[in-house]
């Protein structure tokens, strides 16, 4: 997706008989696809997905992904960047991060087509004195429907157990701390309570330990930039909070069972 550098927001309509995006990459804003015909293999941070029409498909800018096939689709797209995004919908779409592609039903793609017409016939009024406010407005629309259908498929904050809860701001402290707060203790303090308690509240929402949640979103983020970037595993192991470049190098070949350089070759092949 190609931003206009006056406004920051790319719109597009497109497509496509066969598949020539094979290289991984990020986008630079938030972005959104509907597909509108046909079935998509993608691989989104290292999960593969199948993807068939009506769905739509949301990506967080920290977000690797690739497209593995496709034959014969059509899909609209939406990618803005976060100055141009409704405060209230930035920190919405940070809550939903990670989001699995979601089908949609048939009323709710006709309700998200309507929306993304009218944002596709701003996008291209550049001669109208408002078009910048009326691409804004008609986007942000567009992307408060979409946050909706997410939302009501997560279980509602007020059906929350007090351990999901506990779970749900741990995980928001993570994604923001994990290059400098590695330890169970560092969240525990940020919540209030102690290391035992977070740790029981994560294992009974999720079944896996705090200690293994810091790790994967760490490894998650190595992996990312070793796909993504040419920073050297060292570069990136300094990035990452690590001053023991070997430790870093041990735990990520505990995490995926190969050295971080042999993952690079491996996703790059």
């Given amino acids: 997706m190609d931003h206009d550098d006056d406004h920051g927001i790319s719109v597009a309509r497109t497509g496509f008989r066969k598949n020539d995006f094979r290289d991984a990459h990020r986008d630079e804003g938030y972005t959104f696809h509907i597909l509108e015909q046909g079935t998509v293999n993608l691989e989104i941070d290292f999960r593969q997905y199948r993807i068939c029409a009506p769905s739509v498909v949301y990506m967080h800018p920290a977000q690797v992904h690739r497209i593995i096939h496709f034959e014969n689709i059509t899909i609209c797209s939406l990618s803005m960047k976060d100055e141009n ?22 009323e709710n793609n006709r309700t998200l087509f309507h929306i993304f017409e009218i944002c596709l016939h701003f996008y291209s009024q550049k001669n109208n004195t408002l078009h910048n406010a009326l691409l804004k407005h008609s986007c942000n629309t567009l992307v408060s429907f979409v946050i909706s259908q997410f939302q009501d498929h997560q279980k509602p904050e007020a059906a929350l157990s007090r351990s999901e809860t506990i779970t749900k701001a741990f995980r928001k402290l993570l994604e923001k701390n994990y290059r400098r707060a ?88």
């Fill in 182 to 269: 590695k330890r169970p203790g560092d969240y525990a303090d940020q919540l209030h309570i102690s290391t035992a308690y977070l740790n029981e509240c994560v294992k009974n929402a999720t079944g896996v330990p705090v200690s293994q949640h810091i790790r994967d979103r760490i490894i998650l983020e190595a992996k990312r930039r070793l796909y993504h970037t040419d920073q050297s595993v060292k570069e990136i192991s300094f990035e990452l909070g690590f001053d023991d470049y070997p430790y870093f190098s041990r735990l990520f070949k505990k995490a995926t069972g190969m050295s971080a350089l042999s993952f690079r070759n491996k996703n790059r092949d």
């Fill in 85 to 106: 995004l409704d405060p209230d919908s930035v920190r919405l779409l940070e809550d939903i991060a990670p989001a699995e592609p979601l089908v949609l039903t048939a």
